[in-house]
């Protein structure tokens, strides 16, 4: 069964860089069929796709968040990261991490709480 | 971008009796090439991440019981809960992938028991 796992600081400060990791477990995230993808949700409110990233390393980001957005793949721990710089209070939010079959997310991550505050 | 609107914000309805939710896009996320809608239901659960419950906009996804369904194309879908049970209680989101630039979500829809 394939399971996803957001690991990272629940607390950052305003203007520094938030930094997720999500780890694949049950299944490879080499696999040519996926995507694998961040989708955040502050609290009481909707969904907001942040980006995707492929095995190979092609990303498609939000452009709403494209300027401060980096994602990265790594195959050999069959891991994927999140990177989210100069974060505001408006980046406090549940972090999900996903795998999508290959453009909508199928499997979610259990979702870690960031919070923006010094 | 394509804005992606549901209605009602949110629906009462007594176990048994139908639910349904409706999801408008700003423009067709209907693929011509291949005539699929590009359109995806999901069901979240407080405390829970969203499950996926439609894809195609009407093709269920395995295990998801059939009192689900999904309906419409280009730009108007609806997801339907035929007779409405307790465990049903959830918020319900549409999500477009026509636009593998830039996937985004409606507003959600939160269904209670009347």
């Known amino acids: 069964q394939l399971q996803l796992q957001e690991s990272g600081p629940g607390l950052v400060k305003p203007s520094e860089t938030l930094s997720l990791t999500c780890t694949v477990s049950?299944?490879?995230?080499?696999?040519?069929?996926?995507?694998w993808g961040w989708i955040r949700q502050p609290p009481g409110k909707g969904l907001e796709w942040i980006g995707s990233?492929?095995?190979?390393?092609?990303?498609y980001y939000n452009p709403s968040l494209k300027s401060r957005v980096t994602i990265s793949v790594d195959t050999s721990k069959n891991q994927f990261s999140l990177k989210l710089s100069s974060v505001t209070a408006a980046d406090t939010a549940v972090y999900y991490c996903a795998r999508l079959r290959p453009v909508f997310p199928d499997y979610w991550g259990q979702g870690t709480l960031v919070t923006v505050s010094s | 971008d394509i804005v992606m609107t549901q209605s009602p914000d949110s629906l009462a309805v007594s176990l048994g009796e139908r639910a349904t939710i409706n999801c408008k896009s700003s423009q067709s996320v209907l693929y011509s090439s291949n005539n699929k809608n590009y359109l995806a239901w999901y069901q979240q659960k407080p405390g829970q991440p969203p499950k996926l419950l439609i894809y195609w906009a009407s093709t269920r996804e395995s295990g998801v019981p059939d009192r689900f369904s999904g309906s419409g194309s280009g730009t108007d879908f609806t997801l339907t809960i035929s007779s409405l049970q307790a465990e049903d209680v959830a918020v319900y989101y549409c999500q477009q992938y026509y636009s593998t630039l830039e996937l985004t979500f409606g507003g959600g829809t939160k269904v209670e028991i009347k």
């Open positions: 990233i492929y095995y190979s390393g092609s990303t």
């Open positions: 049950g299944g490879s995230i080499s696999s040519s069929s996926y995507y």
